[in-house]
């Protein structure tokens, strides 16, 4: 009886409500903060940060909307130094606030490979060795030995480089090949329509050497394509090993390639 007469005085209510206000508000209180720390609702739209700085991003005071994390860096000679090339999340996409975003930059200093060892070998396997660890073919020096399309040596700027130098990467080689005891003629590959890599890397393998380049349409290395060459590879011509061929390029914005191909049909 004592239970049911609490239950009737008022204080008892009025302890009650209370309660339950007070419940009601501390549970508020916890939501509100969770949205506070979770920036619950607030939704950013990532900018587009390639060719961007740092420095630039600083001085756009952007750390206050995201957080930015570089988690790589690469050398490219084509690409000013220390700036961005890849992000993640990509541009436009829709995060919270401080959010991470992870950079790849451009590196400021080029990276350092190990000079191989290419005496000895042939020509094709040094190209492919010489391309798998980041330094180019510049010129090929033919001279009379029996060791016919074989690296005889290998220099960087005029010297001979050693096996295990350290030298950077994108470094250009030179190579001194045996031209063998017999002169032989070769034929001139067919390289319209290819970009710039992949047509100094078979004028290499042919045996031959790139002689001047003619730019048409600018000098943008994504866009750049064989228009011309001479000798032409439909002249009939042959050449002795370490001979020039000389290249023009247009670039595939401004020149219909699949046309002229179509139009040429070499038989290759």
Same mark, same amino acid.
């Given at each position: 009886?004592?239970?049911?007469?609490?239950?009737?005085?008022?204080?008892?209510?009025?302890?009650?409500?209370?309660?339950?206000?007070?419940?009601?508000?501390?549970?508020?209180?916890?939501?509100?903060?969770? &949205?506070?720390?979770?920036?619950?609702?607030?939704?950013?739209?990532?900018?587009?940060?390639?060719?961007?700085?740092?420095?630039?991003?600083?001085?756009? #005071?952007?750390? @206050?909307?995201? /957080?930015?994390?570089?988690?790589?860096?690469?050398?490219?000679? @084509?690409?000013?130094?220390?700036?961005?090339?890849?992000?993640?999340?990509?541009?436009?996409?829709?995060?919270?606030?401080? /959010?991470?975003?992870?950079?790849?930059?451009?590196?400021?200093?080029?990276?350092?490979?190990?000079?191989? #060892?290419?005496?000895?070998?042939?020509? /094709?396997?040094?190209?492919?060795?010489?391309?798998?660890?980041?330094?180019?073919?510049?010129?090929?020096d033919y001279e009379p030995d029996f060791a016919q399309n074989a690296v005889l040596e290998q220099l960087y700027d005029g010297e001979i480089?050693?096996?295990?130098?350290?030298?950077?990467?994108?470094?250009?080689?030179?190579?001194?090949?045996?031209?063998?005891?017999?002169?032989?003629?070769?034929?001139?590959?067919?390289?319209?329509?290819?970009?710039?890599?992949?047509?100094?890397?078979?004028?290499?393998?042919?045996?031959?050497?790139?002689?001047?380049?003619?730019?048409?349409?600018? &000098?943008?290395?994504? =866009?750049? /394509?064989?228009?011309?060459?001479?000798?032409?590879?439909?002249s009939e011509e042959l050449l002795t090993q370490g001979d020039y061929i000389n290249v023009w390029?247009?670039?595939?914005? =401004?020149?219909?390639?699949?046309?002229?191909?179509?139009?040429?049909?070499?038989?290759?």
């Open positions: 009886m004592g239970f049911f007469y609490f239950l009737k005085k008022k204080k008892f209510y009025l302890h009650f409500t209370i309660s339950i206000l007070l419940t009601i508000f501390l549970i508020w209180i916890v939501l509100k903060s969770l &949205n506070i720390f979770t920036h619950h609702g607030e939704i950013l739209i990532v900018p587009d940060f390639n060719g961007s700085t740092i420095e630039d991003i600083a001085n756009e #005071n952007l750390q @206050n909307e995201f /957080r930015f994390v570089i988690i790589d860096s690469i050398f490219d000679p @084509n690409k000013e130094k220390g700036t961005i090339v890849m992000q993640d999340p990509l541009p436009y996409s829709k995060v919270k606030k401080n /959010r991470k975003i992870y950079l790849t930059i451009v590196a400021k200093l080029p990276e350092k490979v190990s000079m191989p #060892n290419l005496v000895d070998l042939s020509l /094709r396997q040094s190209i492919v060795l010489l391309e798998t660890i980041g330094l180019k073919l510049n010129y090929l480089i050693e096996p295990n130098t350290l030298i950077e990467k994108g470094s250009k080689i030179d190579l001194k090949v045996g031209k063998g005891v017999n002169v032989t003629k070769f034929p001139v590959p067919f390289l319209i329509g290819k970009n710039q890599k992949e047509a100094i890397r078979t004028i290499h393998l042919a045996y031959f050497n790139v002689g001047k380049e003619y730019f048409l349409d600018g &000098n943008d290395p994504l =866009h750049l /394509r064989i228009y011309k060459h001479k000798p032409s590879w439909d390029y247009r670039s595939d914005e =401004h020149f219909d390639f699949d046309e002229l191909l179509e139009s040429l049909k070499p038989d290759t």
